[in-house]
């Protein structure tokens, strides 16, 4: 009997050395080849990917970039990432460069977690569905759709100001403020403008943004299950919806401009073909995601620089107020109204150059290349980062000094501000993502000042920067 133990146990220990060594030797293979860039890459698995994530929880994710500029005395370096191998490009060339070629060496690439959350995006190559989601985007997304939705952003703000705000002497503005984006994407995505309705996606869709991007464990109680069960049951509602638009539109009771929603159901490919319904309810949810988190962090921060500034509020407020001033009583914002917002637009582009609300984003090789000298191999995975250039004193200088007028003028130099990426997969919200940010800006100057009651609330980056406690914060109302 002794004996079967000990061989049991041999082989248990025999097993786990193999696998190990086959993980060390498996990981380091990947690294074998000639002239790759400087770098570390960690150990098996993990890599890198502690480091990488730790400086995002401690508010600073730049340090992992500049400690290695600095170095290796390189602006692009090797490392390992989410268990892949990976290099990282820093500076404008280096945006330059992967904007110009995607789908030429790069293609976009997302961790498994995502393909995992979203199952319609396995059964077809991501590349082909952000191809048709490509499709689709322009037709919401154009000017004329968004000068119409300029009125229904502003009077979903009023309303929202009214429940969430006013007659308060305190608030906390990031779960607002993601009120506030959520309200509007569910109104102009899918025409659910009820609040109780909007209630009912809110919470497990939170629990889907936060989890989304996290380690793919799926056991109960873990991120990345809670985010697959909250996929599931939005996913299941979306349905409900997408069945009762189909009856709607047939039956002529819906138009087919109204949201995007009506645009996917009537929207063919090249052969003609509908998208399924899963299929429309992935794209739905693809598209609360990129377009939620990212604006409430935006004007969550636009909050947090107007409370420490009170000489740029100051000149917010002269803008919006001149603009408030030449209105009707009730009448709603329009598209004349928005381009009078300057000044206003260039401090939401400094709050996103020193808070970028995405911090990169990843690619994939596809072809073996060179750049700066070193050899980038096919599938390796390439990440830029926002931060590379945003917080660097060659094209910002004084980088912590909070200067809107940096985007005076011509602006910032070409390739050095991308906070909605650049080339072919910059983002598509981007014009729609401007337009909720100046309202919500118009509507809260309007009505308030504020003061943090926490002054040095910790800032946490876990994907997206958002102040440690919600930023709470004092108001103080505007004598009418
Ligand atoms: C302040 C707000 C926003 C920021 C900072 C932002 C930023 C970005 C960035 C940096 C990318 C490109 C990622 C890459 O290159 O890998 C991106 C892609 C994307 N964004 Fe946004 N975004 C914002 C708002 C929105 C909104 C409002 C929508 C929808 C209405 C949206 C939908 C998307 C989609 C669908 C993609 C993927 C495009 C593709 O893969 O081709 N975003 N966003």
Redesign the pocket.
Known sequence: MEHLYLSLLLLFVSSVTLSLFFLFYKHRSHYAGPNLPPGSIGLPFVGESLDFLSTGWKGHPERFIFDRIARYSSHVFKTSLLGEPAAIFCGAAGNKFLFSNENKLVV?WWPNSVNKVFPSSTQTSSKEE?KK??KM?PNF?KPEALQRYIGIMDDIARRHFAMGWEGKDEVTVFPLAKRYTFWL?ARLFLSVEDPSHVARFADPFHLLASGIISIPIDLPGTPFNRAIKASNFIRKELRVIIKQRKVDLAEGKASSTQDILSHMLLATDEDGKHMTELDIADKIL??LI???D??S??CTFVVKYLAELPEIYEQVYEEQMEIAKSKAPGELLNWDDIQKMKYSWNVACEV?RLA???Q????EVINDFIFNGFSIPKGWKIY?S?NSTHKSAEYFPEPEKFDPTRFEGAGPAPYTF?????G???????E??RL??LVFMHNLVKRFRWEKLLPDEKIVVDPMPMPAKGLPVRLYAHKA
């Open positions: 976009a952000a989601m490509r985007l997304l994407a693809g598209l990129g377009g939620h990212t604006a962090a935006a996103m970028p609300p995405l990169g984003g990843f690619r830029w926002a991308v906070p909605f990426g650049g072919p997969r910059m983002c598509p919200g981007k729609y993502a909720e940010i």
